[in-house]
Each structure stands twice: as C-alpha cells, then as structure tokens.
Nanobody
C-alpha cells in the first residue's frame, strides 16, 4: 500500500492542524494504521493508532485528549486532528500501515508501509 501524508505546517502554540494520509489500494480497510513522529536528533515515536474499522484508537500519553485519530475507509484516508498544539509537538509526522496481520499498535517496527512524512512546526 502506498501512503501520502499531507496537512503539516507552521502554527502557533495552542493552534490546530489536521493531518491527512491517503492510501492506495482496495484493501485499505483491512489495515490498522498509525501515526508516528520524529523530532531532530530523536527516535521515531508513536503518536496514535487506529484499528481497521476505526472503532479502536490508541494514543501516546503526551497527545491524549488533544489529538484525535479517525479514518474514512470509503475515501481510503486517515486523519489526525491535532488541537492545543505545543512546541514539543514539533516533528516530522509519518503515517503508516500494518499489512502483515500481527498488529501491535504502539510498536514502530510492526508497521511495514510508510508515507513520506509531513513537517509540523509549533512556535511558542
């Protein structure tokens, strides 16, 4: 599956952004999806994950209550609504799909298809 992330940008602290990730392929609805982020000099870290139907979502403690992960299987797209953004949210954000069927939502190496990343910068 090919993934294309978009929606990043520069925003002031307290602002909002919505990231999108469009996927190719008819089997998109079969794949759990995740968002990860990587700041300069740091390892890629888990942000949020969503199950195939969208009924189950998981969030990192650092974003819980501020970010919402959703999916529209009819449009082959997932969304990450980010509210109350903080400077520490600054990073490149990556969407990812788990296609092998052994999903562990928060584990980065479980995901085998990755988008190109979109930059999110939050100014103080």
């Amino acid at each position: 599956v090919q993934l294309q992330a978009s929606g990043g940008g520069l925003v002031q602290a307290g602002g909002s952004l919505r990231l999108s990730c469009a996927a190719s392929g008819r089997t998109f609805r079969s794949y759990p999806m995740g968002w990860f982020r990587q700041a300069p000099g740091k390892e890629r870290e888990f942000v949020a994950a969503i199950g195939r139907s969208g009924a189950y979502t998981y969030y990192a403690d650092s974003v819980k209550g501020r970010f919402t992960f959703s999916r529209d299987n009819g449009k082959n797209t997932v969304y990450l609504q980010m509210n109350s953004l903080k400077p520490e949210d600054t990073a490149v954000y990556y969407c990812a799909a788990e296609t092998a069927g052994s999903w562990q939502p928060m584990v980065v190496y479980e995901y085998d298809s990755w988008g190109q990343g979109t930059q999110v910068t939050v100014s103080s």
